[in-house]
Structure formats: C-alpha cells, structure tokens
T-cell receptor, first 117, second 114 residues
Framework: KAGVTQTPRYLIKTRGQQVTLSCSPI?????VSWYQQTPGQGLQFLFE???????NKGNFPGRFSGRQFSNSRSEMNVSTLELGDSALYLC????????????????FGPGTRLTVT | KQEVTQIPAALSVPEGENLVLNCSFT??????LQWFRQDPGKGLTSLLL?????REQTSGRLNASLDKSSGRSTLYIAASQPGDSATYLC?????????????FGKGTLLTVNP
C-alpha cells in the first residue's frame, strides 16, 4: 500500500507570490490534514478536510486555504507569501471516523519544504 | 487549550543504553496519544498509538505508557542503537463529534553515539 505522497518536495518562492502544494492520501483514507512545521513554533495544525469539506481549522490567516477533491487528494494554497511562511508543510491522512470508534491514527507524508526569499 | 510538553528537549546516550522520553499534557480528556519519529528534513513516522482506554503499547524495542489522570506518557527505548537517532514527537488527540484536533509537543532530539 503506497504511503502519503506530497508534491513538490522543495519549493523556492519570492515574497508576494502564491504557492500550491499537493497531497495524495493513502488509498481508502478520506481525511486529510495539513500542518506547518517551523523550528520556533513546532508543528501547528492548519486545517482538515473530509469528503471535500473543511471540518476543522487552526489559527492561521486567510492567506492559507485548502481544498479536497472527490478522490480525496488535497491541495493547500498560500497567497501573498511572507518570509515567515518558510517552513516544512506536512500532510497526514487517516481513516474516516464517521461516528464510529476508529483510531484516527495519522499517517504523514514526507513534506514540502517551502523557502520564501 | 491543550499544551503538550516534552522533556528533555535533547538527549545524548551511548549505544546500548535503555532510555525514557517524557511527554506531558494539560487536558486529560484525550482520545488517543501517538508517538512519532522524525528524521532530519523528513516527514513523521508513526511509532505507537495508545487509545485513551489503554495503559501501554509495545512494538519491538519500544514501549509507550499512558497515564491519563496525571497527563503523562513515556516512551521507553530498550538497547538503543545509532539508527534510533532522530527527533521523537508525541501528539495528543481530542475528538468532538466528527472533529478532531492533534496537538504536538516540540519533540526530543535523541542522539545515540556508537
């Protein structure tokens, strides 16, 4: 079973530009979450999608947005990039947990390293 | 607001030593706790997941325990090897209806010296 894949693995952008990151979950997983990891703040939750709907959102500005497609693949978009957006962006997928007691175990991808100059 | 603390922030041990990593959390109403390993510049690899109703989980040389009432978890690594060198993160999950939230500690950087 293939793991979570993220593309691209590395990105260099300039301040003010926008960027789109992609995440393909493990086959059969319908929940996709996004996290930002920086040395200072650690891992911070951005948002979670399930069945093409955003179910949960962290405390990030509106410049950070996402979406999920019918095949559960997800994209994350950051507009008007700032230097502080430089980070490792991780996505994780898990089983649906639709009212049944499931483990919600998170499986992470390798991440996309975004550098804003 | 859930806060997760991991102590120590860094640990250096000689090969073969048994060691314990600590994780504490402020809100004991958790759904589960998960331990991850992260190699430099890489994603997270799930090591062990403990449901709130469980006390411990074991996988090979790893054993994780959970004491929900005191808000603590430990990850025990037996007979450490240089390949165990990585950052170890714990994360607690809270579930409300169909929503869940995972809160991470900042990790313990482990170095196992040959």
């Amino acid at each position: 079973k293939a793991g979570v894949t993220q593309t691209p693995r590395y990105l260099i952008k300039t301040r003010g530009q926008q960027v789109t990151l992609s995440c393909s979950p493990i086959s059969g997983h319908r929940s996709v979450s996004w996290y930002q990891q920086t040395p200072g703040q650690g891992l911070q939750f951005l948002f979670e999608y399930f069945s093409e709907t955003q179910r949960n959102k962290g405390n990030f500005p509106g410049r950070f947005s996402g979406r999920q497609f019918s095949n559960s693949r997800s994209e994350m978009n950051v507009s008007t990039l700032e230097l502080g957006d430089s980070a490792l962006y991780l996505c994780a997928s898990s089983l649906p947990g639709t009212g049944q007691r499931t483990f919600y175990e998170q499986y992470f991808g390798p991440g996309t390293r975004l550098t804003v100059t | 607001k859930q806060e997760v603390t991991q102590i120590p922030a860094a640990l250096s041990v000689p090969e073969g030593e048994n060691l314990v990593l600590n994780c504490s959390f402020t809100d004991s109403a958790i759904y589960n706790l998960q331990w991850f390993r992260q190699d430099p510049g890489k994603g997270l690899t799930s090591l062990l997941l403990i449901q709130s109703s469980q006390r411990e989980q074991t996988s090979g040389r790893l054993n994780a325990s959970l004491d929900k009432s005191s808000g603590r978890s430990t990850l025990y690594i037996a007979a450490s090897q240089p390949g165990d060198s990585a950052t170890y993160l714990c994360a607690v999950m809270k579930v409300r209806g169909s929503n869940y939230k995972l809160t991470f500690g900042k990790g313990t950087l482990l170095t196992v010296n040959p």
